[in-house]
């Protein structure tokens, strides 16, 4: 491919419910831009409106249920974003059987219930897999209609809809190549690199890129500092018990230092995940499954190294850079190329972060993010029930450790006999997720997610 790289650090890290980003953030701002849509119209035209009713297809309808998608749908519809929705009460959405929603759009109210969403299978011969059809009736015709697409992460595109025209960029690059070229050549940082380009692209000041990081960085603080607050069962058919509180206090209790050290990582990438299995707000990092790696290794470095703030959004920096170039010259979505592109890039994000933060060079960085992805090829997705659950929450502390052993392993090999580049291990995911089959690309359908049941 290409093109340059012009995707915002704040469409990388964006807060919103659990627990699944493709499943519930995506769907959620697609009913929105639906609802938008809506608005739209003429206000005796939008009176002729009685029904509204949604389509999902590929693992959207697969795994819907179990990820909240219909919720979040809901929510979309009566105008709630995923980051300012109130988690509570998206969860309590359908809770009682039969419940009965008013959707107000300007002076039309439209009911609405469970059965005006449609679980509607493969959808094979869809532009792409996980696709939303929406449809406005009035009586029995067609008023207005919306084809959307949850293409991992959050992102979403509409259907027809025209790549934006990125602004011309400062540093423009399409792979860790030309990045680690521009670094290297021009004698700049990775940050103002990243940060120059941020401002075009979000058309923020530098300040204001900064407060945003902050607020990412305490939000993702704030899904571990919640997660090691609760004990009990997570939603779902599973009866899966959460583990991080337990975990942490175990933590505190081993005298063995590098136990408790370990423990404590464990602990941190845990409560995050878990508070992401419940549909709480987390920070996707790269998606919403993968969103306990980064947090868990921020914790870390903030509460046992005391690193400042100011170090820790370099960290966020770093980790952006590197889902940059996985998101554009491969995937992060797990519908598309399985569990590599979702706990193994978080993997390779918390890599990055980890060095960069360290002083280590661009080169360290980029051998430590290839390190920890390497190891994650061939991950498949396969949640059991179609929960983000098992798999995938000890995943993620599995993808945090990795993390921490491809930082070592980076910081001291030396930078330029590393064998395998970032850009060769994300072309390897690519090819990797092409050919894998699409039982182990969140349809649970394979993996996992059968042995459990039949096995
Ligand atoms: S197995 Fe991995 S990719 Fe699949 S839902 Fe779980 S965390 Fe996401």
């Given at each position: 491919m290409?093109?340059?790289?012009?995707?915002?650090?704040?469409?990388?890290?964006?807060?919103?419910?659990g627990?699944s980003?493709?499943?519930?953030?995506g769907?959620?701002?697609?009913?929105?831009?639906?609802?938008?849509?809506?608005?739209?119209?003429?206000?005796d035209i939008?009176?002729?409106?009685?029904s509204?009713?949604v389509?999902?297809?590929?693992?959207?309808?697969?795994?819907?249920?179990?990820?909240?998608?219909?919720?979040a749908?809901?929510?979309?519809?009566?105008g709630?974003?995923?980051?300012?929705?109130?988690?509570?009460?998206?969860?309590a959405?359908?809770?009682k059987?039969?419940?009965?929603y008013?959707?107000?759009i300007?002076?039309?109210?439209?009911s609405f219930?469970?059965e005006?969403?449609?679980?509607?299978?493969?959808g094979?011969?869809?532009?792409?897999?996980?696709t939303?059809?929406?449809?406005?009736?009035g009586?029995?015709?067609?008023i207005?209609?919306g084809?959307?697409?949850?293409?991992?992460?959050?992102f979403?595109?509409?259907?027809?809809e025209?790549?934006?025209?990125?602004?011309?960029?400062?540093?423009p690059y399409?792979?860790?190549?030309?990045?680690?070229?521009?670094v290297?050549?021009r004698?700049?940082?990775?940050?103002?690199?990243?940060l120059?380009n941020?401002?075009?692209?979000?058309?923020?000041?530098?300040?204001e890129?900064q407060?945003?990081?902050?607020r990412?960085l305490?939000?993702m603080l704030?899904?571990?500092?919640?997660?090691l607050?609760?004990d009990?069962?997570?939603?779902g058919?599973?009866?899966l018990?959460?583990?991080?509180?337990?975990?942490?206090?175990?933590?505190?209790?081993?005298?063995?230092s590098h136990?408790?050290?370990?423990?404590?990582?464990n602990?941190?990438?845990?409560?995050a995940s878990?508070?992401?299995?419940?549909g709480?707000?987390?920070?996707t990092?790269?998606?919403?499954g993968?969103?306990?790696?980064l947090?868990?290794?921020a914790a870390?470095?903030r509460?046992?190294?005391?690193?400042?703030?100011?170090?820790?959004?370099?960290?966020?920096?770093?980790?952006?850079?590197i889902a940059?170039?996985?998101r554009?010259?491969?995937?992060?979505?797990?519908?598309?190329v399985g569990?590599?592109?979702?706990?193994?890039v978080?993997s390779?994000?918390a890599?990055?972060f980890?060095?960069?933060?360290?002083?280590?060079s661009?080169?360290q960085?980029?051998?430590?993010?290839?390190?920890?992805?390497?190891h994650?090829?061939?991950l498949?997705?396969d949640?059991?029930?179609?929960?983000v659950q098992?798999?995938?929450?000890?995943?993620?502390?599995?993808?945090?450790?990795?993390?921490?052993?491809?930082?070592?392993l980076?910081?001291?090999?030396?930078?330029?006999?590393?064998k395998?580049s970032?850009d060769?291990?994300v072309?390897?995911?690519?090819?990797?997720?092409?050919?894998?089959s699409?039982?182990?690309?969140?349809?649970?359908?394979?993996?996992?997610?059968?042995?459990?049941?039949?096995c």
């Amino acid at each position: 491919m290409n093109t340059f790289i012009a995707t915002s650090i704040f469409d990388i890290f964006k807060i919103g419910p659990g627990p699944s980003s493709s499943h519930t953030i995506g769907p959620m701002k697609a009913a929105l831009a639906f609802r938008r849509s809506l608005e739209r119209l003429s206000a005796d035209i939008l009176a002729q409106v009685d029904s509204l009713d949604v389509a999902l297809y590929g693992s959207l309808s697969a795994t819907g249920l179990g990820h909240g998608t219909h919720k979040a749908v809901l929510g979309g519809l009566l105008g709630w974003t995923p980051e300012g929705c109130d988690a509570d009460r998206l969860l309590a959405l359908f809770a009682k059987e039969g419940a009965e929603y008013e959707i107000v759009i300007g002076g039309c109210k439209i009911s609405f219930r469970a059965e005006n969403i449609r679980f509607a299978g493969a959808g094979e011969r869809l532009h792409y897999q996980n696709t939303l059809l929406f449809t406005a009736r009035g009586g029995d015709r067609d008023i207005q209609t919306g084809e959307y697409y949850s293409i991992g992460g959050g992102f979403i595109l509409e259907k027809g809809e025209r790549a934006r025209c990125p602004p011309e960029l400062p540093y423009p690059y399409s792979n860790m190549n030309d990045l680690r070229r521009l670094v290297e050549e021009r004698h700049c940082s990775l940050d103002d690199i990243i940060l120059a380009n941020e401002e075009k692209l979000a058309d923020r000041s530098r300040s204001e890129i900064q407060a945003g990081l902050d607020r990412i960085l305490s939000a993702m603080l704030e899904s571990v500092k919640n997660g090691l607050a609760v004990d009990g069962v997570l939603p779902g058919p599973i009866g899966l018990k959460r583990k991080a509180r337990a975990l942490h206090r175990h933590s505190r209790a081993v005298s063995d230092s590098h136990d408790r050290f370990l423990a404590a990582l464990n602990a941190y990438t845990l409560a995050a995940s878990e508070e992401n299995a419940a549909g709480r707000k987390v920070v996707t990092a790269p998606t919403s499954g993968s969103a306990g790696v980064l947090p868990g290794i921020a914790a870390l470095l903030r509460r046992h190294f005391k690193l400042p703030r100011k170090e820790l959004r370099k960290g966020l920096v770093a980790a952006a850079a590197i889902a940059f170039v996985a998101r554009h010259n491969a995937s992060i979505a797990g519908a598309e190329v399985g569990c590599q592109g979702e706990v193994g890039v978080a993997s390779a994000m918390a890599a990055a972060f980890m060095t960069h933060v360290h002083g280590g060079s661009i080169r360290q960085m980029e051998n430590s993010a290839e390190i920890a992805l390497e190891h994650h090829l061939g991950l498949t997705c396969d949640p059991v029930d179609g929960y983000v659950q098992i798999p995938c929450i000890e995943r993620n502390a599995l993808g945090a450790v990795s993390a921490y052993n491809a930082y070592i392993l980076a910081m001291v090999g030396d930078p330029l006999r590393q064998k395998v580049s970032f850009d060769q291990v994300v072309e390897a995911m690519r090819i990797t997720g092409k050919e894998m089959s699409k039982k182990y690309k969140e349809t649970a359908e394979g993996g996992l997610a059968v042995c459990t049941v039949h096995c």
